[in-house]
Structure formats: C-alpha cells, structure tokens
C-alpha cells in the first residue's frame, strides 16, 4: 500500500509539505522521493516534462502536478476528513483565498530575491498581502476552516513556517504579533498542531540553505 503513493519533493521546499500534510492529515501512506533540483531524477523529468518542478504525486503510476492541483487530487481520491468545504458558497469562497495567495507569492519571495535597494519596496508589498489576510481572510476560528486545519491552511502554510525563515536571513522583520494578532494566533496555532509540527523542516537548517541560496543565486526564488 505505501508505494501505490510517492511524493516526488524536496525537504526544503513549502510547496512539497502542502502534499506532506495532506497525506498526513488524511492518514494515507506515502514514500516521499527526495528531489536534487541541480541534479533531477529522470522520473522528475517523465512524469513532468512540461515545467519539470516538483512536487509531483505519482499515485497508482498516474502523475499530478503543481501543489494545488495535488490537494484536490487528494481530496477527491480520499474523500474521508474533507479538506474543502461542502457548502458550495463556503467551497468557493475558500477557493478564492487559495487563489489569492497563489496569486501574491511571486510578490513575498521578492523579498527574499532582490537586491538592498528594491527590498524596502518589497517589504511594504508583502505586508499590504499580509494585512489583507488579517483583515479579510482569516475568520473568528483558530483556522482559516474554523476550528479544524483545511486546504486554505495548507496552502498558506508556508506563511506560518518559512516567514520566520525569510525574517531571520533578511534580518527583517514582517510578521509581527502586534501589527497582525490574528494572522500569528493562526500562524503559532497551525505550527502547533500534531499533523505540522512533526513534519516541518529544521528552522536552523532552512536558515542555512536559504543563506546559501542568497549568496549562490541571489535572484532567483527559493524552492
């Protein structure tokens, strides 16, 4: 049963634990690939050939790709411990969220990918996204879903794990508790919970590979 699921990923990118903790929440047994991105796997490479980007599920020898896509595929295949909701008007609405954040990635890695004199202006876009989240998304729940982890917490996941990350590196700080108590209850909340905190990468070892991103491409997106 456990290989009838592989994860294609690496340990250090958000994108591969959205997946990770899906298939943890919904207790389904996975063997998860580590992915060199220098260096990919000829099966990274057949099963993806168009953006050749992980993560990849590979379930019953059948590919799905791009992290989104991924958790609907779980979702629908497990259909047991819902991730989205079934209320069609709260299902949609949750898949706006999902696709705002998708939509302002780009925009909070820059912080992490421009130069000193771009980085100011970064650093107030990131935290324009982040006031909209506090201000509009996040409901009176412990999480986005109320009081149970859901999709839109998955997605925004990385948030709550890599920011303190991006902060320590860039020695910048963003997410502050005074500035947005709502999205960091949510955030030491998710952190907390069984199913994430035993399967987030080192906070020390992310550090040091995000140093040594910066310094060997430093214009260039984290993974």
């Known amino acids: 049963m456990e290989e009838e699921v592989k994860v294609h990923g690496s340990w250090a990118s958000p994108f591969s634990y959205r997946v990770i903790w899906a298939l943890q929440l919904k207790r ?11 260096n990919k796997t000829p099966l990274l490479l057949h099963y993806h050939p168009v953006h050749k980007k992980i993560p990849v599920l590979v379930h019953a020898g059948n590919p799905i790709c791009e992290s989104a896509v991924i958790l609907e595929y779980i979702d629908d295949t497990w259909p047991e411990k819902p991730l989205l909701p079934s209320d069609p008007f ?5 898949r706006f969220w999902i696709k705002f954040i998708e939509d302002k990635e780009a925009t909070i890695r820059r912080i992490f990918t421009t130069g000193e ?9 990131t935290l324009e996204v982040l006031r909209t989240i506090e201000e509009r998304g996040l409901g009176n729940g412990k999480f986005f879903g109320g009081e149970e982890i859901n999709m839109i917490d998955l997605v925004y996941g990385w948030i709550a ?3 303190k990350v991006f902060e ?3 020695d910048m700080k963003l997410m502050e508790g005074l500035e947005f108590p709502r999205l960091h209850a949510w955030a030491e909340n998710f952190k907390a919970a069984a199913v994430i905190r035993d399967h987030i990468p080192d906070h020390h070892q992310m550090v040091l590979h995000l140093r040594r991103r910066r310094e060997e491409l430093p214009q260039s997106p984290p993974n």
């Open 28 to 38: 389904i047994p996975y063997h998860f690939i580590q992915e060199d991105m220098a």
């Open 90 to 94: 709260h299902r949609a609405t949750a």
């Open 117 to 125: 004199e771009e980085r100011e202006e970064a650093r107030k876009e």
């Open 161 to 163: 794990v890599w920011m």
């Open 168 to 170: 320590e590196v860039l």
